[in-house]
């Protein structure tokens, strides 16, 4: 909430955008609450409309106990309360200083792994169209210029590290449902995985496609960091400082989003 109210209006401003703050709309408060004199206050809340039409908002997972998570998983609102307001009644429509402005402002869709309860589930994508999607995922593995030069000459003790590594990248993208608990089975349909030695390492490179109802950024990343894992395991008889980073998400397409690049 300080991230939204505070910090990215900030950097929006530094960067030279007019429009500082996220789409917001009136809503009046289905719960009555304080809020201290003279401090802007923000609180978590969940959006909805009452039976004659009106935009209402009710606060969700407010303290700090084990509860706010699911109030997390429900809140779809930042509620913003002004300075000069200490308490707001039901049916209450506070507005922000300068006239008019809603104390809701829409932040995010509730986290679609967790239900209301809280607890971790997978997201029911039977409703969605089957669509061809990628996702390109890349990688780094550092080492130093002995085991550069034992990858460049072919001499690494195990043998052919880059060979046994894409294999492994190529296995885990196929599994990646058995590695990360709530990602879906899809059909992966293509997978191609690139290893280049440079001076200061490996660079490796997935791309999966999957014509299926759900993306395969999860397969990306799983072939990335299990091509690196073997690739350490077949390099640390001669480094063993060898290290994995910068595992990302560098692309994707297809789907409802549409196409995404890293910028």
Excluded: N
């Excluded at 996220?22 to 009452?50: H, I, M, N, V, Y």
């Excluded at 890349?138 to 030069?149: H, T």
């Amino acid at each position: 909430m300080s991230f939204e109210v505070f910090v990215r209006p900030a950097i929006r401003k530094a960067a030279g955008h007019t429009g500082l703050f996220r789409r917001s709309e009136k809503a009046r408060a289905l719960d009555a609450f304080g809020s201290p004199a003279g401090r802007l206050q923000a609180a978590r809340g969940e959006l909805g409309t009452d039976a004659d039409g009106h935009r209402v908002v009710r606060l969700v997972g407010t303290g700090q106990g084990s509860h706010v998570l699911g109030g997390l998983a429900r809140a779809g609102a930042l509620v913003v309360v002004p300075e000069d307001v200490t308490r707001v009644e039901p049916g209450d429509e506070p507005a922000l200083p300068g006239g008019g402005t809603p104390v809701s402002e829409q932040v995010q869709p509730g986290l679609t792994h967790v239900d209301a309860r809280g607890q971790a589930r997978m997201v029911d994508v039977s409703a969605k169209d089957v669509t061809v999607r990628s996702a390109t995922a890349r990688g780094r593995v550092l080492l130093s210029s002995v085991a550069v030069a034992a990858l460049r000459s072919g001499e690494v003790p195990k043998g052919d590290a880059l060979a046994v590594a894409r294999i492994a990248g190529l296995q885990a993208a196929k599994r990646t449902p058995d590695l990360v608990p709530l990602a879906h089975p899809v059909a992966v349909h293509g997978v191609v995985v690139e290893l280049v030695v440079a001076d200061d390492g490996v660079d490796v490179e997935a791309t999966v496609r999957t014509a299926d109802r759900t993306g395969v950024e999860m397969e990306a990343l799983t072939c990335v960091s299990v091509a690196a894992l073997a690739l350490v395991d077949m390099i640390k008889a001669v480094d063993r400082t060898a290290r994995i980073t910068d595992v990302r998400v560098t692309a994707k397409s297809g789907g409802r989003s549409g196409d995404w690049t890293a910028p």
